[in-house]
DNA sequence: ACCTGAACACCGTTCAAGT
DNA sequence: ACCTGAACACCGTTCAAGT
């Protein structure tokens, strides 16, 4: 076949793209964690040697950025912009599209945590929940503030459902159960801990979308509080 | 001097501590970040062959969560307990706690959310707040929720004050502008993003300690309201 | 301009050997 | 029981050399 074949190097021009390095890296994420995605693994997997990557990125912190500025791209901007819909539920609609994206690919979401976002996608979602907190009536301080406490819920909450898997190998398939798993899920001392016990009964037993659309909803619930301080 | 000098081993009895790996450690994160507390640089501080670390702790993982469940060890759990405070001002007091003392370390603050936190004085803070939830009127599956929601918080916003500072040699002096830097402070473009650029502005100019509060109260706010959803 | 081989200064962890 | 030296299988990154 005439594919993009990695044998036969033309003497000159580039045998890879950007595009290639970041689909190899999500691939090894994906497979293996975050200490799969190393610059050699990326290296072999694209079939160079280590230090051809040099010449696509800076650095390993580089693919990364880049890595995470794509998976933000997936996000429906134009569903957090259209003013046809509720604020409330756009913002809920773009936190359950946010996390089942980024839950497909756990190892990018330490990337994301472990970082400053600050690439144009990242600015743009920013941005949108922004004029959507306008919209709900918040003036510019307000706003500001609620977006960065959204922004923490959703990356805190991403986080630290991701924490339980981060560990060995390739995720295992349950993802219901991390919250109930982070709180001790596994093996709580019922005798000294007994409420945590139960709590981690309750949480295995709701699924975490719920939990997590439930802590979303107490969030906006004191935001909306916040934005009709007078009347009511 | 006689104090306990490394050099004259004699002969046979342990020449180290758990506590004083777990001292080496902690220093070493706070000055070089989380890359500089290696197994290596870690023996290489209290004067060991690296490997003599493995005589304390089967891994590196344990050193680090023993790490953790010290620093979370300094957590007040008795404001969190105390019945003559209302329930709102002892979680206020002990998020602000945890905030002071965690900032202080930052590299800490990614190995807490990097992994589980299952020791018994991470199991202790969330018993005691199970406890306190019961206390405003929450019953037991809604206090597993709203518990779960408040340490997402507390850590999550830990965890995005922390980005900024994560990446080369010794934490900056000013943790107070994180917050802002992180949506976007340093370079935003004001045409592209206007509102990005004015909410980075804002949060610049407020303090961060001030942001984490407002953002509570949001909180505690939405679990008000689900505590009490007749009454009112 | 792009890729390679070789090297540098690191990792975490294991193992056989010494006391 | 505790520590050491040496080794193994890795890292990210740099540099001189080749096309």
């Keep these: 076949m005439t594919s993009t074949g990695r ?20 691939s090894l994420l994906d497979e293996g964690g975050v200490t799969a995605a190393s610059v050699r693994g990326i290296a072999g997997r694209v079939g160079v040697a280590p230090n051809a990557v040099y010449t696509y990125f800076p650095d390993k912190t580089a693919v990364l950025s880049a890595l995470v500025e794509r998976l933000l791209g997936e996000v429906d901007q134009e569903a957090l912009a259209d003013r046809s819909t509720p604020w409330r539920e756009r913002v809920e609609f773009v936190a359950l599209e946010l996390r089942s994206r980024l839950m497909a690919h756990p190892g990018a979401v330490t990337l994301m945590i472990g970082g400053p976002m600050e690439g144009p996608n990242a600015l743009g979602i920013g941005e949108r929940l922004l004029e959507l907190l306008a919209d709900a009536g918040l003036d510019p301080t307000a706003a500001a503030r609620a977006s960065y406490l959204l922004i923490t819920y959703v990356f805190g909450s991403l ?72 009347s009511r």
Excluded: C, K, N
């Excluded at 045998?15 to 689909?23: A, G, P, R």
């Excluded at 981690?200 to 935001?223: F, K, M, N, P």
């Design 7 to 26: 044998r036969g190097r033309p003497g000159a021009g580039r045998t890879l793209s950007e595009d290639e390095i970041l689909d190899a890296t999500l």
């Design 159 to 230: 986080a630290l459902e991701v924490a339980e898997l981060a560990e060995p190998g390739p995720p295992p398939p349950e993802p219901e159960r991390v919250a109930a798993r982070l709180i001790g899920y596994s093996a709580v001392p019922a005798e000294a801990f007994p409420r945590t016990a139960a709590a981690a009964d309750t949480l295995a037993r709701y699924i975490s979308t719920e939990q997590y659309l439930w802590g979303l909803r107490r969030v906006l619930d004191g935001i909306d509080r916040a934005a009709a301080p007078v």
